[in-house]
């Protein structure tokens, strides 16, 4: 078997079991690191198939805490990406396999063909890279989903009467303020099929193009509100306020009438990111990026939401 850097107890045995799930013959030729994820271990697979060659990728479920929390993830995925793959006209990866408690593979995976194109996070364009981005959610949450299909329903990840950002924050009192917000019920609306975590380091491009979404083990049914408002605090850390704004026109001209904006969205997202001290998320220094500083993340954050509160207030 070939030998690597990256090296998980278990990944020997993983490997042997993807190559199988692909051809029963199958040798493994290499095998890579991909960089962006942080919440698991994601590998290019190089296979030689006979005389052809495949690349394929694997995601290994090593987060202890979040199995404890969600231990069906990799059957989560799996569904995840054929509901997008059915329905969604957004390219996305084909599921091959997957091993929900690892007793195979010896620790939950989940195998899947490889896309075209790379991660981009500092675009020559900013405005056609947020119009795409648009573009392509809007097609994701225009998907006429089976809810039937998709058993996974949206749920919040932290509770806003518990928010406290005193320790960091410049303006305390206006997150509470947004907290109180937050825990007033949601704004009634449709719900369709999301991603759920939605943002730069999971869009792939090619030739200025979208070639792909990937990570969609948090897919599930939900408003549409919850991916636009993840993807935009995500810009606003990047990239600043002007690029959520700009992402955010982009959204709303390609869903046209099929979403109804409301800050409440914005402010639930907003607030799951504030649960803990800012800093420079890993996945984007992992892919290159530089000149990002915790003061930078803490300024952008308080800064964003004091644009909410005000969109809140006059009605918007």
């Not at 990111?273 to 220094?285: D, I, M, N, Q």
Request: charged share 20%; proline share 6%.
């Amino acid at each position: 078997m070939v030998k690597h850097e990256h090296d998980h107890p278990m990944l020997q045995q993983a490997l042997i079991w993807a190559a199988a799930a692909v051809e029963p013959a199958a040798e493994v030729l290499a095998v890579k690191r991909l960089e962006g994820g942080v919440s698991s271990l994601v590998y290019e697979i190089l296979l030689q198939l006979g005389e052809a060659q495949r690349a394929v990728v694997l995601r290994l479920f090593n987060n202890e805490d979040w199995l404890r929390d969600e231990p069906e993830l990799a059957r989560h995925e799996a569904r995840s990406l054929r509901m997008a793959a059915k329905f969604a006209s957004v390219p996305t990866p084909e599921v091959i396999a997957f091993d929900e408690h690892g007793s195979v593979s010896g620790i939950p995976a989940v195998l899947m063909s490889r896309l075209a194109g790379e991660v981009v996070l500092a675009p020559p364009s900013m405005s056609r890279w947020l119009d795409h981005m648009g573009c392509a959610l809007a097609a994701i949450h225009q998907a006429e989903a089976d809810p039937g299909e998709m058993p996974w329903t949206y749920f919040r990840y932290c509770d806003g009467s518990k928010l406290d950002t005193s320790a960091w924050s410049s303006c305390p009192e206006q997150w509470q303020a947004a907290a109180a917000i937050v825990t007033q019920p949601e704004p009634a609306g449709p719900s369709c099929f999301i991603h759920r975590d939605y943002h730069p380091t999971n869009i792939l491009w090619e030739q200025d193009q979208v070639s792909g979404v990937v990570d969609w083990v948090n897919g599930c049914i939900g408003p549409a509100g919850v991916d636009v408002g993840h993807c935009r605090v995500n810009l606003v850390m990047l990239h600043g306020l002007e690029a959520a704004d700009e992402f955010l026109a982009a959204y709303c001209r390609h869903a046209g009438d099929a979403f109804a904006y409301d800050p409440y969205w914005d402010l639930v997202s907003l607030i799951d990111f504030a649960f803990w001290e800012p800093e420079v998320y890993g996945g984007w220094t992992a892919l290159g990026v530089t000149g990002l500083t915790r003061d930078l993340m803490i300024e952008r954050l308080d800064d964003y939401l004091l644009q909410l509160l005000r969109m809140k207030m006059e009605g918007g």
